[in-house]
């Protein structure tokens, strides 16, 4: 008998350890499932991610390997239908599991908080429904390895309009239809809406923000990977909000620098619009199917059409 109560303890541990190790590799897994890490916050969200997909196989192997052990090893014999021991309850077991799941939410949603707190990339407080008595203030999210960045260096005001993006750089007064950035850098987006709710969306910079009409939202990141990359509204913005989509380039500070000075030198003339093209064509039919449609806003004026 104690013998096979030692058996079934190193049984249950080397279970354990099974599942830890299958846990923390599959874990390890889902950074491949995401887009590359182009801003620095994504390394937190990606981080956070494998967390929550680490803990969820735990939970899920945990769970199932229990199942088919007492399947495979605890079923009945055959041709026995007699009823199983008459056990009313467990106080320790119930207070057990219920104690595990709390801790388990607590868990995370204080890593989840604390991410977001490092991430400082919500604009101004007026615009939060519930007063934040913490007043927490915008921080700067890099790698570890980083050097500390200072305040924004590079201040751009995006308007979003129905069905278009228009990038405005202050620094040489110009305005693009594709968003450039410079590496490593801090960015200070200032976020309009020109009609509807719209929604900044990089995927591969784990970040989105709602634009909401008639405010100025600041929306801070660090962009740290050179390439191109997408942007897309979120929000559905009417009939062609899917075409509302712009090219993210990061690019060295050098280059940067190069393209705005590059760009200065163009006149301003009217940028490409799918939406607006499309619906020119529509418009133009002898006969008109489908449903009416606001018209789109009429194609941005801009240095550089993209």
């Given amino acids: 008998m104690k013998i096979q109560k030692i058996l079934n303890i190193l049984t249950l541990l080397t279970g354990a350890i099974a599942v830890t190790i299958t846990s923390l590799w599959i874990g390890q897994q889902a950074y491949s499932w995401l887009p590359p890490q182009a801003a620095a916050e994504s390394v937190l969200i990606d981080d956070l991610i494998s967390f929550l997909v680490t803990l969820g196989a735990f939970i899920f192997l945990g769970v199932t390997s229990t199942l088919m052990y007492s399947v495979i090893f605890h079923r009945a014999v055959k041709d026995d239908f007699t009823d199983g021991p008459p056990i009313e309850g467990n106080i320790t077991l119930e207070v057990v599991w219920t104690a595990i799941p709390i801790l388990l939410v607590l868990w995370i949603a204080g890593y989840s908080y604390q991410v977001y707190e490092q991430m400082g990339i919500q604009g101004p407080s007026e ?27 590079e201040k751009i005001d995006v308007l979003a309009k129905q069905w278009a993006w228009v990038f405005h750089y202050p620094e040489r007064d110009v305005t693009s239809t594709e968003l450039h950035l410079p590496s490593d850098r801090r960015i200070r987006l200032a976020l309009k809406s020109q009609d509807v709710l719209h929604g900044f969306y990089i995927p591969a910079f784990r970040l989105k923000q709602d634009i909401i ?15 191109k990359y997408s942007l897309t509204d979120s929000q559905y913005s009417g009939t062609y909000f899917a075409t509302m989509r ?51 806003a009429a194609p941005p004026l801009v240095n550089s059409p993209g």
Avoid: C
């Avoid at 429904?129 to 915008?138: A, E, F, K, T």
């Avoid at 790698?143 to 500390?148: E, F, I, N, V």
């Fill in 246 to 296: 712009a090219n993210v380039i990061v690019e060295s500070p050098e280059d940067y620098q190069q393209w705005l000075a590059k760009i200065a030198t163009q006149k301003p003339s009217p940028a490409k619009n799918q939406a607006a093209a499309e619906y020119a064509q529509t418009s133009n039919q002898s006969v008109q199917t489908g449903w009416v449609t606001v018209p789109p």
């Fill in 213 to 227: 009409p008639n405010h100025a939202i600041d929306f801070e990141f660090t962009p740290i990977r050179l390439g």
């Fill in 127 to 153: 615009l939060v429904h519930l007063h934040n008595p913490l007043g927490m203030q915008s921080a700067y999210a890099e790698p570890k390895d980083a050097p500390a960045l200072a305040e924004p260096v």
